[in-house]
Nanobody, 126 residues
Framework: DVQLQASGGGLVQAGGSLRLSCANSGHTLDDYAVGWFRQAPGKEREGVSCISSSDGDTHYADSVKGRFTISADNTWNTVYLQMNSLKPEDTAVYYC???????????????????WGQGTLVTVSS
C-alpha cells in the first residue's frame, strides 16, 4: 500500500532554501516514479519536478530549472526536493505523488499519478 507523507515546508525569505521530503510509510519507493506538484492560492496545481526510480531520469518545470533539485536516498526510502533561490512566486502547497514504473508516459503530468500525499505549505516572503 502506498501512503505518502510530505514534509519540510515552512516560511523562508526570498533567496533562501528549503528541502522537502516525501516518504512512503513502511515501504520504499523504488518501484515508482515520484513527482512534486504545487498549488498556489487561486491557481491550478502544476507539476514541479519528477524522478524515475528505474533510471533516475528527472524532469523540471521551466519555472524551477536551475533552482530546484529532485533526488532520492540510496534505498529510495525518501525522495527530496531541494529548493534554492526561492522566490515569492514559489509560495504554494507542495504535494508529492507516486505512480508505478511503467504506468505513465510523462511523469510531470499530475493526471499520471495514482497516489498522493498530503500537502506541505511553503511560504516565501519578499
Amino acid at each position: 500500500d502506498v501512503q505518502l507523507q510530505a514534509s519540510g515546508g515552512g516560511l523562508v525569505q526570498a533567496g533562501g532554501s528549503l528541502r522537502l521530503s516525501c516518504a512512503n510509510s513502511g515501504h520504499t519507493l523504488d518501484d515508482y516514479a515520484v513527482g512534486w506538484f504545487r498549488q498556489a492560492p487561486g491557481k491550478e496545481r502544476e507539476g514541479v519536478s519528477c524522478i524515475s526510480s528505474s533510471d533516475g531520469d528527472t524532469h523540471y518545470a521551466d519555472s524551477v530549472k536551475g533552482r530546484f533539485t529532485i533526488s532520492a536516498d540510496n534505498t529510495w526510502n525518501t525522495v527530496y526536493l531541494q529548493m534554492n533561490s526561492l522566490k515569492p512566486e514559489d509560495t504554494a502547497v507542495y504535494y508529492c505523488a507516486a505512480v508505478a514504473e511503467g504506468d505513465y508516459n510523462n511523469c510531470i503530468r499530475e493526471d499520471e499519478y495514482d497516489y498522493w500525499g498530503q500537502g506541505t505549505l511553503v511560504t516565501v516572503s519578499s
